[in-house]
């Protein structure tokens, strides 16, 4: 049965949890079918798609203008959602073709009426199609709130989907990715102040828990974040390529399972397959790329780099440590990589 609205998502997860936990817990069902992945590419305005072994396939869509940041596949209908760093959330069919008469003009939805000049960045897609949708920055004294609105798939077949109820509102100053815990929570990274994840009781919008008090004193800044089949919380450092988790749910230490990523470097968000390994996009010299000087200095929407390397999506395996380099090819500035069922 489809879950329509968050207090039937929310009991559906529940019991789903009650079920099935700790065997799949809420990793992506869809990655139960993956056969590609698709990821974005920033610096060239597009999607890419590889097969399951990380090997290019082709360009999956151009973004236009826009500049590629967080991204979702619906499990029903395969359309493929992207935030932008604007107001203007991308869509596409799972052919990677525009929405509208045989794709013959690009599909968005603005929501500056809603969020003003703060852009919406972690896009999270439920089993159901429901698309959960956060905002970047919360910096207090600035009027910006991350917050998460949530939209009902039948909601997003319009050209201007209205979202469902009054949205989330975080005391995040800057926020990263958007996942579900074992709980039914809709938990956010928070990378800035308060360093760590919040996690919202998606039926009362009120706050869950707050993992801050893990991370204090910590130096992790987490902008990906994952939850394994038994609550157990892994996220990616921005700054220093790193990955931590948990030993025991909610419980510090945060323990690094990873370091010795190319540096100098930033971190996106994590993936996860079926068998629980981790990936992790990284752009690699962005001191030079994009904190330098003519002509290697790049902005959100231009970019005069002479640094033509691909940057690499690494999968990890969450229990040695081992690093291997899953796509190397075709990626210019990636945030995401996601699993799809096509």
Avoid at 14 to 35: E, G, K, M, R, W
Avoid at 48 to 76: L, Q
Avoid at 79 to 101: D, E, H
């Amino acid at each position: 049965m489809k879950a329509t609205n968050s207090n039937e998502r929310y009991a559906l997860v529940q019991n789903l949890t009650v079920v099935l936990c700790p065997a799949i817990a809420l990793f992506d069902l869809s990655a139960h079918a993956v056969t590609n992945e698709l990821v974005g590419s920033a610096e060239s305005h597009s999607i890419e798609r590889f097969d399951n072994n990380g090997n290019w396939i082709k360009t999956f869509a151009s973004t236009g203008p826009y500049y590629t940041v967080g991204f979702a596949a619906s499990p029903v209908t395969g359309g493929v959602f992207v935030s932008t760093f604007t107001a203007t959330v991308l869509r596409y069919t799972n052919r990677g073709a525009s929405f509208g008469p045989n794709g013959s003009y690009w599909s968005t939805f603005n929501m500056s009426s809603l969020v003003g000049a703060n852009p919406p960045q972690a896009l999270l897609l439920d089993s159901s199609g429901d698309l959960i949708l956060a905002t970047n920055y919360g910096e207090s004294g600035s009027g910006y709130t991350v917050e998460s609105f949530d939209y009902s798939y039948k909601e997003l077949k319009k050209e201007a989907p209205v979202p469902i109820g009054p949205p989330i509102k975080t005391t995040i100053e800057e926020g990263g990715q958007s996942a579900w815990d074992v709980l039914g929570n809709l938990c956010i990274a928070s990378w800035y102040s308060p360093q760590g994840a919040q996690c919202y009781n998606p039926i009362t919008r009120a706050l869950a828990y707050d993992y801050s008090s893990e991370f204090l004193n910590q130096g992790i800044e987490p902008v990906g974040l994952a939850f394994g089949p038994s609550n157990i919380l892994t996220v990616s450092s921005l700054f220093s390529g790193q990955v931590f988790a948990e030993t025991t749910p909610r419980i510090e230490p945060l323990n690094l399972i990873v370091t010795g990523t190319v540096q100098p470097a930033e971190v996106g968000f994590l993936a996860v397959d079926r068998t629980g390994n981790l990936y992790l996009p990284e752009w690699h010299n962005v001191a030079a790329r994009y904190r330098g000087q003519p002509p290697d200095f790049c902005t959100y929407y231009s970019c005069q780099d002479a640094d033509t390397r691909s940057d690499i999506v690494y999968k990890i395996d969450p229990a040695s440590g081992a690093v291997t380099n899953f796509i190397s090819n075709h990626l210019w500035g990636p945030y995401q990589m996601i699993f799809v069922p096509f």
